[in-house]
């Protein structure tokens, strides 16, 4: 059975994303046949790779690196992808429960994952019990496997209590934004895809932009920004609307209307940074595991696949062990010996190259030559050097980023587009963000940052107020829910 968040299976999945097809193309071989009743019907076929240097006001050619071509992939709508899934799935008797969210890991006395209990529904802001109360349920199972995406939070407890990480590194993360556009036909180009660096973004701060036609005259775009910027001034919001008015993307959205906006944090750490995934009763799969491909920007087939891994080494375990906890070590080694583990170890220097003291452009100069030659057969891991917060500068010691007033037509301010994301939450529902100590946060966060996290936040939940009772003349709230 599987525990879903959402609202519905798919509600808070990302569209607008390129599919590799390998790991689809092996679990329903069938998937576009039209033999299929039950066929995907929403798959545009990739047709065009381009790859652009971005300044200000124009654009460079680059070759675009094979981790980047996209012959024989498919433009999909994510959502619809995952939504059409869940209906297989169920199918074949899956039973899928959404609207529960995975609130608490349960253990056995022996100390193995014994399930996960749900939240308690229906209680308000001040934490009484309204009409709608609902106990929260326990789900126990011989095998609990956390899907839970980037930065899971029951994945973070379950990584702590079995130490997960000995072996590996921190996990690096970056921010993507992203919106789906209709534009005017006249500018379609169905299949196409842009990839795109430089501009918005400086030298000090990793990350790039797309553009991919799909479906009727959709078209997907969005940025990401390695977390590990220096410049707490940095809005990757803010950054993302100034690269919608560069004439590459601009010409594009002209005469269009945005229909959708979503973000979502993703994994850059890559190879050097996945822990180990099985433990007594369970395992990690997918991003929660750090399986996405940086370079690639792509994670939904490797995600796929290490899912695919895990129940076939779960299936296996039942047949053999009649009780007490499953520990999963064949996923563990079907991993190794999948094409996931190569294609994550052929690009591991990728991402830290970015590190080297020509930023972008060492970046791009090494993983060109990776790319192209060395192909990940070097004896060398490069590390990532610090963990993202360590990158974070002094406020002080930055330049203040202004950034310009939206125009309502193709930059918008940061509530209009939350309003575009389908979400939406009770006034009356606990917080859930909380500061674990507000003064010592006032203390010694806010006058290094002066608030950065307003700024990093897509979704505008962080502000700061005045508070006049307050010394620093400051004070921290949550504005919203999440
Ligand atoms: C901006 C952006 C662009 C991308 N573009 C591409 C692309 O073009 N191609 C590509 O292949 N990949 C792309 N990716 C990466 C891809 O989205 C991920 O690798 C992929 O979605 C990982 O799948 P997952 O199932 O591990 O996690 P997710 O897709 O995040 O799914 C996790 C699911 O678990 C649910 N969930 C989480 N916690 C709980 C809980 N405690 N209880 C119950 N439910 C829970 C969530 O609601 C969600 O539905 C992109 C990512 C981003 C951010």
Not at 384 to 403: G, P, R, V
Not at 432 to 446: C, N, P, T
Request: glycine share 10%; with cysteine; proline share 5%.
């Amino acid at each position: 059975m599987l525990l879903e968040k959402a609202s519905e299976i798919g509600a808070h999945i990302l569209s607008g994303a390129v599919l590799e097809p390998i790991a689809i193309n092996e679990l329903i071989p069938d998937w576009l046949s039209e033999e299929n009743e039950n066929r995907f019907e929403g798959a545009t076929p990739a047709a065009g790779d381009r790859m652009r240097y971005l300044t200000e006001k124009s654009s460079v050619w680059l070759p675009a690196p094979p981790q980047m071509h996209n012959k024989g992939n498919y433009i999909i709508s994510l959502s619809e992808f995952t939504k059409w899934l869940g209906d297989r799935a169920e199918e074949v008797g899956v039973e899928i429960y959404p609207g529960f969210a995975g609130a608490e890991v349960l253990y056995t006395s022996d100390g193995s994952v014994k399930g996960v209990a749900t939240n308690d529904l229906g209680i308000a802001r001040d934490g009484s019990a309204k009409d709608s109360f609902e106990r929260g349920m326990e789900f126990h199972a011989r095998i609990t496997l956390f899907g839970e995406g980037c930065h899971g939070s029951l994945t973070k407890q379950v990584i702590k209590k079995y130490d997960l990480r000995r072996d590996s590194q921190p996990q690096t993360y970056g921010l993507g934004i992203k919106e789906v556009w209709e534009i005017d036909p006249a500018k379609f180009n169905k299949g196409s895809i842009t990839h795109s660096m430089g501009y918005p973004l400086k030298a000090d701060t990793y990350g790039g932009g797309w553009m991919y036609h799909f479906g009727e005259n959709l078209v997907s775009i969005g940025l990401v920004v390695g977390l590990d910027y220096p410049n707490p001034w940095l809005s990757p919001y803010g950054e993302f609307q100034k690269m919608k008015m560069h004439p590459l993307y601009r010409e594009v959205l002209e005469g269009g209307k945005c229909i959708s906006y979503g973000a979502r944090a993703l994994n850059e750490g890559g190879f050097q940074s996945i822990p180990k995934v099985a433990f007594p009763g369970g395992a990690l799969i997918g991003d929660t595991a750090g399986f996405l491909n940086v370079p690639k920007i792509k994670g939904t087939h490797t995600a796929m696949k290490s899912g695919m891994l895990a129940a076939e080494a779960g299936w296996e375990a039942l047949q053999s062990e009649n009780e007490g906890a499953v520990f999963l070590f064949d996923y563990e080694s079907k991993l190794r010996d999948s094409w996931v583990w190569k294609e994550l170890k052929e690009v591991r220097n990728m991402r830290p190259s970015f590190h080297s003291p020509l930023k972008l452009y060492g970046g791009v100069m090494y993983s060109g030559i990776e790319a192209f030659l060395l192909k990940g057969k070097v004896p060398w891991t490069f590390s990532h050097k610090t963990t993202d917060s360590a990158a974070t500068k002094l406020a002080d010691e930055c330049e203040k980023i202004e950034y310009p007033k939206p125009d309502g037509k193709i930059t918008f301010d940061i509530l209009t587009s939350v309003s575009r994301t389908g979400t939406n939450h009770e006034e009356d529902q606990p917080v859930h963000l909380r500061v674990e100590d507000w003064d010592k946060h006032a203390e010694s966060s806010y006058p290094k940052y002066k608030g950065l996290e307003n700024r990093f936040c897509p979704a505008g939940v962080y502000e700061y107020v005045e508070d006049n009772t307050k010394d620093l003349g400051v004070r921290f709230q949550i504005n919203a829910q999440k």
